[in-house]
Each structure stands twice: as structure tokens, then as C-alpha cells.
């Protein structure tokens, strides 16, 4: 769901450059010391979920855990998933220069809102706390796409087909995403509940 170079407009470049960079200082004094190795581990599960693909007809899209990230790192999601895409973009050219900033902002942003969103059910009964690990997973990803499609509509208003198409083909990923986070959930409830949000002590 990168967005590569030469497609977005100057406005929208620097308009999701900005907003990455407040939401960037925003995690970095979020971010306190003692969870440091957290957001680094985080960040490379986010790096390393690109590599691994999953095939929609004659294409495939491939895992993202923003969702999760967001959901166990809160505001920090935003310099984790800015130093994996920076990553990404020099290892594998996925993205580019000018569009780290909206980037982060399509893979941070719907990260941050999951955790506001359902930080607070992870503590709930497990029925509910699954459903809104699921939600998380799959929401995350849905608003990823809505985000990608809003930056190309306001690019050019032609892109508004394609999308569309980029929403539909990651209903899938969606789905997948969102029954990794609920594993994940569950098993960190069971061996590791204080990573995540809402610790009762």
C-alpha cells in the first residue's frame, strides 16, 4: 500500500510530510525509555511483514500490522513505522524520499486511531477483547486504503477508480490482518498482558 514517487501532487507531499512530522514529535515524547526495545521490535515485525505475501488473483498484497503496532505502541507507532518505511524504502524501494511523510501518515495514523479507538477493550472479557483486537486489524487497514485513496483523489480526481480497486483488493489482507491481531491478543493476554495497553498491574 506504498505510495512510490512522481505520483502524488507538491500540496499533498507536504501536507503528509507535516502531519508525519507532528505525529512523529508527538510518539517520540510519548515514547519513554523503558519501551524503546518494544517500539524497536515492533518496527522491524512491521519491516519485516512487507516480505511476506499473500495472493489476490493474478497480484497479491502483503501483511502490514499496523493495527497491532499501533494498538501496543500507542502515539510511538509514528517513529516506529516511519524508521521501517525508511528502511523499506532503502532496502527494497518500496515507497521513496518524498513520499515517507505520506506514507507514515497511511500506515501511522490508522495505527494511533485503532489504539485510541480499542486500547480499552483489551482488558474487557476475551469476547470482547478479540472482537476489538479483530476490529483493530481489520479497521487499521481499511482506513490505510481510504487514506491512499484520498491522497490520490486530491492528486488528481481521475485516480477515484483506482481507489476503489486499491480498497477492494486488500478486503482479504483486511480480514487476515485482523485474525493475526486477535492471535496476537490473545496470546500476549495469557503470556505477556503488561504489553499491552490498559495493564491493570
Not at 54 to 67: E, F, Q, T
Not at 173 to 189: D, K, N, Q, S, W
Request: proline share 5%; glycine share 12%.
Amino acid at each position: 500500500m506504498h505510495i512510490s514517487e512522481g505520483v502524488l501532487s507538491g500540496p499533498v507531499l507536504i501536507s503528509g510530510a507535516a502531519l508525519a512530522a507532528a505525529g512523529t514529535a508527538i510518539g517520540l515524547k510519548k515514547l519513554d525509555y523503558d519501551h524503546i526495545a518494544k517500539a524497536g521490535m515492533l518496527a522491524a515485525a512491521f519491516f519485516v511483514a512487507s516480505l511476506i505475501h499473500v495472493p489476490i488473483g493474478p497480484s497479491n498484497a502483503h501483511l502490514i500490522l499496523n493495527g497491532l503496532v499501533g494498538l501496543l505502541l500507542g502515539w510511538a507507532a509514528f517513529p516506529a513505522i516511519l524508521v521501517a518505511l525508511a528502511l523499506q524504502g532503502a532496502f527494497f524501494q518500496f515507497g521513496g524520499i518524498t513520499t515517507l511523510g505520506i506514507n507514515t501518515i497511511i500506515m501511522a495514523l490508522p495505527a494511533v486511531l485503532c489504539y485510541l479507538g480499542f486500547g480499552r477493550m483489551i482488558f474487557k472479557s476475551p469476547q470482547i477483547a478479540y472482537l476489538a483486537a479483530f476490529a483493530c486489524g481489520f479497521l487499521a487497514i481499511l482506513t490505510s486504503g481510504i487514506i491512499v485513496g484520498l491522497s490520490l483523489i486530491f492528486t488528481e480526481e481521475n485516480f477515484l477508480e483506482v481507489a476503489g480497486l486499491i480498497i477492494a483488493a486488500h478486503i482479504p489482507v483486511m480480514i487476515i490482518e485482523g485474525v493475526v491481531t486477535a492471535i496476537c491478543v490473545a496470546f500476549l493476554r495469557k503470556v505477556r498482558p503488561e504489553m499491552l495497553p490498559g495493564y491493570p498491574g
